[in-house]
């Protein structure tokens, strides 16, 4: 079945820098854009990234603008989030989303189990 | 660009549940509704404005029209607790409400 599994969350200190994962299966990931959603605690979904399904438009919030790239490896079936420069304001689960047709703007269909992620001295 | 939806809303077992979602011109564009439980991962219950994915059930009901959108869910259920996000994508950016918690007692 269509799965999205993330990794690479963790409790890291402010200035510092992150690379969340997400592996993707039971579907051709070529095909479709990708997302990279958070939710800090106690506050709605904030939409962080999105990557088009070739791989070659990517748009960012504007909270992380300049500080997030989003990626992905088609070899590999995965999505990547590269976060540097982390601010407290960033600790958040991280969910990865598929696009529900083809490129963006089309709603998310499947959404991964989330990895939470931690910026604190 | 912004969505606003109200904070919460409290429904009776088998009432009907509407939840609004306002925007400039809302009506041009498509809008989708997330399900989101404490715990769980989002689910998308309704796209481009009044579609059902498949798994979803036939209460769970959209709209849109003007400035609002609007997710109806008749003879709601407890399990319809949740918090529900409405989402629109405009020019690059995936724009998100606030969401509104729907309490059901």
């Known amino acids: 079945q269509v799965q999205l599994v993330e990794s690479g969350g963790g409790v890291v200190q402010p200035g510092t820098s992150l690379r969340l994962s997400c592996a993707a299966s039971g579907f051709t990931f070529n095909t479709y854009a990708m997302y990279w959603v958070r939710q800090a605690p106690g506050k709605g979904l904030e939409w962080v990234a999105t990557l088009s399904y070739v791989g070659s438009n990517d748009f960012y919030g504007d909270s992380v603008k300049g500080r997030f790239t989003i990626s992905r490896d088609f070899s590999r079936s995965t999505l990547f989030l590269q976060m540097n420069s982390l601010r407290p304001e960033d600790t958040a689960v991280y969910y990865c989303a598929k696009s529900r047709s083809g490129d963006y703007g089309r709603g998310m269909d499947v959404w991964g189990q989330g990895t939470t992620v931690t910026v604190s001295s | 660009y912004e969505l606003t939806q109200p904070p919460s809303l409290s429904v009776s077992p088998g009432q009907t549940a509407s939840i609004s979602c306002s925007g400039h011109e809302l009506v041009d564009k498509n809008v989708y509704w997330y399900q989101h439980k404490p715990g769980r991962s989002p689910v998308l219950v309704i796209y481009?404005?009044?579609k059902r994915p498949s798994g979803i059930p036939e209460r769970f009901s959209g709209s849109n029209a003007g400035n609002t959108a609007t997710l109806t869910i008749s003879g709601t259920q407890a399990m319809d607790e949740a918090d529900y996000y409405c989402?629109?994508?405009?020019?690059?950016?995936?724009?998100f409400g606030g969401g509104t918690k729907l309490t059901v007692l």
């Open positions: 481009e404005d009044n």
């Open positions: 989402q629109a994508w405009d020019i690059g950016t995936e724009v």
